[in-house]
């Protein structure tokens, strides 16, 4: 049993942490309460709305450059669909391995916990999601854009490699960023309605699995040795680096009809564009470092990211 001293040793910048089976109960309510299924939930037979965008405009990788401004409304449409396939593909990736790191966290924990019953309530959500982003990527018309060879391979390493913080640090990476995209997203009336529907699920239950991870992460970084916390910051910085090239996939550059070479240029270029992935990072970002993540060669692979100021 944990005694008072032992719990009030757990406290950092946030506070004192609380305790993990009360978290995962809260959790597992929250899940009863407010789970959809997609299949059931969001109108697939509907055709898409002529006219509207995929994605919200200012959130697109070459919004405000100077091939934006040369662009006609239905090339702009186009690179939506294309951009919001590129983000449904690059949302698959990131929770397949999100599904595998959190296989590795609850193995050899109590079967018979909320803790260990909420992480594979969670995984189930990921499947759906998973299944969800797909169908929407097919109803639109693109293609799937799957990462690079490179960028996949690295994750093979990366989920080798991970300790459990660095697991949960990863984990809210790859959903805080989406997530602010996605909360400006489906209250847009410029979006598509199954855009709009798809995003509003994401959103409500993505909300469970940043909670958790938060709560994890914290708790991982005040009892991990000191050697795991360092590793998690260096791992940390380099998926950080790793996924800000990820969001922006150049095939979708071919495909809407525009130089591939010189769309990446005006994106590397675009202040609004690094402006739009730091802002989508700052809730992130001020939280690891609250944490104690964002320090030394990490916090340098952050900067070099974009995701940083």
């Known amino acids: 049993m944990t005694t008072v001293t032992e719990r009030a040793a757990l406290r950092d910048a946030l506070g004192l942490l609380k305790d993990r089976e009360q978290i995962a109960e809260r959790l597992l309510e929250s899940s009863a309460k407010h789970s959809f299924d997609p299949d059931k939930e969001l109108d697939w037979d509907a055709p898409m709305v002529e006219g509207k965008y995929y994605w919200p405009p200012e959130l697109l990788s070459l919004y405000d450059t100077p091939l934006w401004k040369k662009m006609g409304e239905e090339q702009r449409i186009d690179l939506s669909r294309h951009e919001a396939a590129a983000l449904g593909s690059l949302g698959i990736w990131f929770e397949i391995i999100l599904m595998q790191l959190m296989v590795r966290h609850i193995y050899d924990k109590s079967l018979t916990s909320k803790h260990v019953r909420y992480a594979l309530t969670e995984i189930a959500d990921e499947c759906r999601h998973s299944m969800m982003f797909a169908r929407m990527i097919q109803k639109s018309g693109s293609p799937a854009y799957p990462v690079s060879r490179l960028n996949h391979n690295l994750a093979r390493i990366l989920k080798t490699v991970s300790t459990t913080p660095g697991s949960f640090a990863c984990t809210l990476l790859g959903e805080e960023i989406l997530d602010w995209m996605q909360r400006l997203t489906f209250p847009d009336e410029r979006i598509q309605p199954l855009v709009r529907g798809v995003t509003r699920i ?108």
């Open 202 to 309: 994401h959103v409500i239950e993505e909300a469970r699995h940043v909670r958790y991870a938060r709560e994890e992460l914290r708790r991982q970084m005040l009892t991990a040795p000191r050697w795991e916390q360092e590793l998690t910051r260096i791992s940390c910085g380099e998926a950080a680096r790793v996924f800000s090239l990820a969001f922006v996939n150049p095939a979708v550059y071919d495909n809407v009809g525009l130089d591939r070479r010189e769309a990446v240029a005006q994106v590397r270029a675009s202040g609004h564009r690094r402006e739009v992935m730091q802002t989508g990072a700052k809730r992130l970002t001020d939280f690891l470092d609250d944490i104690g993540v964002l320090r030394g060669v990490g916090r340098r692979l952050w900067q070099s990211s974009g995701l940083l100021a």
